[in-house]
């Protein structure tokens, strides 16, 4: 369940029981997205996929009421091990550096601020963050670097798309907007992101596009957050003097 905590219970006892050594997992159609094929010869991982479909209640007689989605059934699915695989090497994701300083408790600060709840939980793990709407977890261990990129992308997603706004935007987009938020606070901190936003938002299938349609949600949540990041009048000097003495 760590490995596959995307999936349903009887989903991961269905990996295991045929592919115990599974690692990584993706339809045929992802892998390509990532650069790799599967092997010619290799055997899929049978998993069940819902059926979503858009119905309207039988006792709604306005017709401009909106459909809900609602679960018509499932359907047979087939995934494969990154084993089952070749092509490029697999990205890897958050190699983050640099010194975060005083910003870490800025950020937390501002976290609180907005009435947030952060905690820290091992059982999140494969994840590095999980943003839930009020609540953000993270997983402990990281890296100050990490932790802070990985709390600027679960807070993006807080202040973006816990909103109205969810609802006229897609997994890719939203994956997107809050690691090129991450990206840019990231950068004006001063921390090392080397190609790990890039990396990210590319399992995502997200592209320059989609990028251009969210630029203005992306300046203004990155704008926020920088804001209350910004030393308090008179900081920057006491904290000149503490180190000059």
Known sequence: MSRFHRYSFGNVLSIARQRPGATRVAGFHAWRQLGRNVKKGERGIRILAPII??????DERDKN???????????NAYVFDASQTDGEELPT???IGGDVGENRERLFAFVEKQGIELSFSESIAPALGMSYGGRIALLPGQSK?????????ELAHELLHRTER??????????TEAEAVAFIVGKAVGLDTGTAS????????GNAALMTESLEVIQHASAAILAALEPEPGEAEESQLAQAS
């Not at 479909?53 to 039988?58: A, E, I, N």
């Not at 009421?65 to 359907?75: D, E, H, I, V, W």
Request: net charge positive; proline share 4%.
């Open 166 to 175: 969810r609802t006229a935007t897609t997994k890719v987009m939203r994956e």
């Open 53 to 58: 479909t858009k119905r309207r209640q039988k």
């Open 145 to 153: 670097a990490e932790e802070f990129s990985t709390l600027i992308h």
């Open 93 to 95: 994701i958050r190699e």
């Open 198 to 205: 890039a990396d990210y938002i590319r399992l995502y299938d």
């Open 65 to 75: 009421t909106p459909s809900q989605p609602m679960l018509a059934g499932f359907r």
